[in-house]
């Protein structure tokens, strides 16, 4: 069983930056496809971008792809989303998830979740 952990979310003005970060608990983490998913209220839950055990690979949401970046340290058990020139309309909840059953770019069948971490960006 692997537990996710979220931060560094909040409140940030439209342009701004923040980095999220995912800690998992285990002594296997690389062996994981991590993604990060948002649920903004009232929409489903999007993906955003997933990177592979290794790292080497890594897709995004169109909505996300030239301003956020997935990257992963698997020395610290723990996947980042960089974001970049946010908008109103990444206003949601993240959410980070691990995937024991192979990288598949874009799925959304993950084993674990966090709990999530909000982010609103004010315009």
């Known amino acids: 069983h692997v537990q996710l952990v979220e931060s560094g979310g909040g409140l940030v003005q439209a342009g701004g930056s923040l980095r999220l970060s995912c800690a998992a608990s285990g002594r296997t983490f690389s062996i994981y496809v991590m993604g990060w998913f948002r649920h903004a209220p009232g929409k489903e839950r999007d993906f955003v971008a997933d990177?592979?055990?290794?790292?080497?690979?890594?897709s995004y949401a169109g909505s996300a792809k030239g301003r956020f970046n997935i990257s992963r340290e698997n020395a610290k058990n723990t996947v980042y989303l960089q974001m970049n020139s946010l908008k109103p309309e990444d206003t949601a909840v993240y959410y980070c998830?691990?995937?024991?059953?192979?990288?598949?770019?874009?799925?959304?069948?993950?084993?674990?979740w966090g709990q999530g971490t909000q982010v609103t960006v004010s315009s």
């Open positions: 990177i592979s055990g290794g790292g080497v690979s890594k």
């Open positions: 998830a691990a995937r024991r059953r192979g990288y598949a770019p874009r799925t959304d069948e993950y084993d674990y």
